[in-house]
């Protein structure tokens, strides 16, 4: 079981910056990929960012496209998050995600953080 644990949410105005970060620690294994995902009280967990084990290939949804950056360190077992151009709708909390190398980004899969709070106040 790998274990995840988010830090770096907060509030920000809109058209502000955050950066998301993660740390993985327990039983990781190779070639996991890692990503972030997002809820609110009235949206299903989605979808947001995603990198393969190596980090050479990125995943971003359609609405974070051009505004936000997935990378990670293995060295450090992190995966960090980019937030720029903050909008309203990008308020949520936000999850990091471990999962098996392969498996869709669609659906729940692997270990997830607890999740951190990113809200943007207009």
């Known amino acids: 079981q790998v274990q995840l644990v988010e830090s770096g949410g907060g509030l920000v105005q809109a058209g502000g910056s955050l950066r998301l970060s993660c740390a993985a620690s327990g039983r990781i294994q190779s070639l996991l990929s890692m990503g972030w995902f997002r809820q609110t009280p009235v949206k299903e967990r989605a979808f947001v960012a995603g990198i393969n084990w190596s980090g050479s290939s990125t995943y971003y949804a359609q609405s974070v496209s051009g505004r936000f950056t997935i990378s990670r360190d293995n060295a450090k077992n992190a995966v960090y998050l980019q937030m720029n151009n903050l909008t309203r709708e990008d308020t949520a909390v936000y999850y990091c995600?471990?999962?098996?190398?392969?498996?869709?980004?669609?659906?729940?899969?692997?270990?997830w953080g607890q999740g951190t709070q990113v809200t943007v106040s207009s």
């Open positions: 995600n471990a999962r098996p190398y392969g498996d869709s980004w669609n659906g729940e899969s692997g270990s």
